[in-house]
């Protein structure tokens, strides 16, 4: 017996088996691209992923993140959807001009957006909204109603009951921001607060990678965004007069809307994303074990939930 070639032939024939396994396995290098355009005289940066001519998602990213937050879903939708997730002005690695160049609302970040849905030529879509892309998004859908098919929450308020004791420190700001900005920054900018963002009541502390609240409180702490983000935080009291406006185009639109919340998030309560019923009793929520950032316990979860939803408005199987 040739010994020697036999094992030759077992690892060739172990090699290719592996080989071809990994040519199945969905990789984020292979279907996720980087892109900026001029927006308003500002460079927007978005990621794309999946086919041009398939359904398309956009996602929203919330705060201090940026589109990089969508990074472990994009790859596990991207076989049937075509997904754009933008950087807002201020964030990522979009533009961040100072507050003197660059009105910092979500009334213009929406309009931001809006434009680079008009550039890339999307008229149809569905919006997954995290935070601040709750804001951004609902102004895109009150803009263009006609586009929107479905909508997915993920932590994103549109209720007054959904906004948790941590919110009595941010009103005060509202209502006195020269006398309370110290205090907003320990409450929402601080390190300890990225950290807790994140990480929230989970029992299971040891699942989350501390790299994703470092990584953004490097970007806190970039030159100019103290006053970026405190600039537009004063404009956040907006999104809260504006929830009754919201909650009476999804009773009247009563788009097709998926609720996935964190149930450990420090900031939102979860009676937020019960409420969405009030307004689209046919509303499919779910509660999950994870935090305000759910992707950084539950991507699986999620894209499972996302592709269940999203072949539902599509009228086909997975």
Known sequence: ???????????????????????????????????????????????????????????????????????????????????????????????????????????????????????????????????????????????????????????????????????AARRKYWADPTHELEALKANFTSLEATRQRHLGTSPHPERYDPDTWTDEYAFLTRPGQPEIQTTLFLDYRTNVASYPKWQEWLRTARPPTLVVWGKYDPSFAVAGAAAYRDDVPDAEVHLLEAGHFALDEATDEIASLLRNFLARIDGRTR
């Open 1 to 167: 017996m040739n010994f020697p070639a036999t094992v030759a032939l077992s690892a060739a024939l172990a090699c290719t088996t592996m080989q071809a396994s990994a040519e199945t396995l969905p990789s984020s290098r292979r279907s996720i691209t980087y892109h900026s355009v001029d927006i308003q005289g500002l460079k927007i940066f978005y990621r794309e992923a999946g086919p041009a001519d398939a359904p398309t998602v956009i996602l929203l990213h919330g705060f201090p993140s940026s589109s990089r937050m969508w990074e472990p879903l994009l790859p596990l939708l991207a076989d049937k959807y075509h997904l754009l997730a933008p950087d807002y002005p201020g964030f990522g690695n979009s533009s961040a001009p100072t507050p003197s160049d660059f009105n910092y609302t979500f009334d213009n970040i929406a309009s931001a957006m809006g434009e680079l849905t008009n550039k890339l030529g999307l008229t149809s879509y569905v919006l997954l909204m995290q935070d601040y892309g709750g804001p951004v998004g609902f102004r895109m859908a009150l803009a263009h109603p006609e586009r929107v098919r479905g909508i997915i929450v993920q932590n994103a308020v549109s209720h007054e009951q959904g906004l948790g004791p941590l919110w």
